[in-house]
T-cell receptor, first 118, second 115 residues
Framework: DAGVTQSPTHLIKTRGQQVTLRCSPK?????VSWYQQALGQGPQFIFQ???????QRGNFPDRFSGHQFPNYSSELNVNALLLGDSALYLC?????????????????FGPGTRLTVT | AQSVSQHNHHVILSEAASLELGCNYS??????LFWYVQYPGQHLQLLLK??????LVKGIKGFEAEFIKSKFSFNLRKPSVQWSDTAEYFC?????????????FGAGTRLFVKA
């Protein structure tokens, strides 16, 4: 059973360029979340996709956008790259259990894509 | 603002020493709590989780954590660490009612275990 996979592993881009990162969730999972992990910090929530729609977003500008496909895989797009966008981008997949206040889900993380902006 | 605080950024222990890593969060209401570990060169892995029930949670590799609701804490413990426990540890919280689907991570604690 494959876990969460991400591509590419590493990427080097120039300021102002655009980048697309890809994620395939763990088998059976229907929800994908994206995180940015800067050096020396914990992962920061970017957004979460469920049923092909963004259902919650963290404090990231509109330059960060995403998409979820019918097979639950997902893409993260970043436009007009800045030096500060250099980070490890993590994808996490999950399967929600319960509803309302009682809902819970356990996230499984991929290895990440290391983006360097020069 | 919702936040997660990990008290120690770096911890150095000798093998067989006991470990306790602190974690406090600022959410109100029902919370789901997690500890993740990131071994050198590897991706984040779930160590243990708390959703409800017994506040003392046991995870993999001999780790356990205790949820103390009155203190908004979820500290990680291990009675006797091994060299292979050298890694970075992250506490994470989500709160379905107040925070939606967002999971907030602490800044992490780097643990180095001397052989």
């Amino acid at each position: 059973d494959a876990g969460v996979t991400q591509s590419p592993t590493h990427l080097i881009k120039t300021r102002g360029q655009q980048v697309t990162l890809r994620c395939s969730p763990k088998s059976g999972h229907d929800t994908v979340s994206w995180y940015q992990q800067a050096l020396g910090q914990g992962p920061q929530f970017i957004f979460q996709y469920y049923e092909e729609e963004e259902r919650q977003r963290g404090n990231f500008p509109d330059r960060f956008s995403g998409h979820q496909f019918p097979n639950y895989s997902s893409e993260l797009n970043v436009n007009a790259l800045l030096l500060g966008d250099s980070a490890l981008y993590l994808c996490a997949s999950s399967l929600q259990k319960g509803t309302g206040d009682g809902r819970s889900y356990e996230q499984y993380f991929g290895p990440g894509t290391r983006l360097t902006v020069t | 603002a919702q936040s997660v605080s990990q008290h120690n950024h770096h911890v150095i222990l000798s093998e067989a020493a006991s470990l306790e890593l602190g974690c406090n969060y600022s959410y109100g209401g029902t919370v789901n709590l997690f500890w993740y570990v990131q071994y050198p060169g590897q991706h984040l892995q779930l160590l243990l989780k708390y959703f409800s029930g017994d506040p003392l949670v046991k995870g993999i590799k001999g780790f356990e954590a205790e949820f103390i609701k009155s203190k908004f804490s979820f500290n990680l413990r291990k009675p006797s660490v091994q060299w292979s426990d050298t890694a970075e540890y992250f506490c994470a919280v989500n709160a379905p009612r107040t925070g939606g689907f967002k999971t907030i991570f602490g800044a992490g604690t780097r643990l180095f275990v001397k052989a």
